[in-house]
């Protein structure tokens, strides 16, 4: 009787954590609501969006651009495949508005997920990607300081090199030859 009061509150206790464990991701992935404001201001909301994400891409090129003219070719390609996701990105962002004005202009709106859902999750994809490129590229970690480095030598150092030979060098003449017929 015991074990199987035992078992069912293990099997509970999992079940209500993979479901809070599922209702977390859910909200963390801001699937879970409806986002806020009239049709107008979330359009604006959404071109906002996709301007940004231009331009994201505009400097992760010129880090691509830069990387291409230092010949560094692990930096090229690192960030070369991060722009070419960001591009991926841009494009689908773009596919999903034109998409959305088509059916607006129709008369259908028949989308499950709401427009400025879709393409707030791709511009968080680019900047997840513009990190990436970023510490690609290095600039993530630059240092704006340049380092001051001090030397001090020490007085109990003696002034003379050990290693090098002091008063008249002696120079050893070359060895007989072993053979005359050499």
């Not at 479901?19 to 107008?40: K, R």
């Not at 997920?113 to 970690?141: H, N, T, W, Y």
């Not at 030598?153 to 030859?177: C, H, L, N, S, Y």
Request: include cysteine; glycine fraction near 6%.
């Amino acid at each position: 009787m015991r074990k199987t009061v035992t078992k069912r509150l293990i099997v509970g206790v999992t079940i209500a954590s993979c479901a809070i464990l599922g209702a977390s991701v859910l909200w963390g992935q801001g699937h879970g609501g409806t986002p806020s404001g009239s049709a107008e201001e979330q359009l604006t909301a959404v071109r906002s969006d996709l301007s940004a994400m231009d331009k994201s891409q505009d400097r992760v090129d010129k880090m691509y651009l830069k990387a291409k003219k230092q010949k560094d070719i692990i930096k090229t390609s690192c960030i070369h495949e991060k722009l070419v996701r960001i591009k991926n990105y841009i494009a689908l962002a773009r596919e999903q508005f034109s998409r959305y004005l088509m059916e607006k202009a129709s008369g259908e709106t028949s989308t499950s997920v709401p427009l400025r859902q879709k393409i707030s999750m791709f511009k968080e994809r680019v900047d997840e990607m513009v990190a990436e490129a970023e510490q690609c590229a290095g600039e993530a970690i630059a240092v704006t300081d340049k380092p001051k480095v001090t030397e001090t030598i020490d007085p109990k150092i003696p002034k003379d090199d050990p290693t090098q030979p002091t008063g008249a060098i002696w120079v050893m003449p070359r060895p007989p030859e072993g053979s005359p017929y050499f």
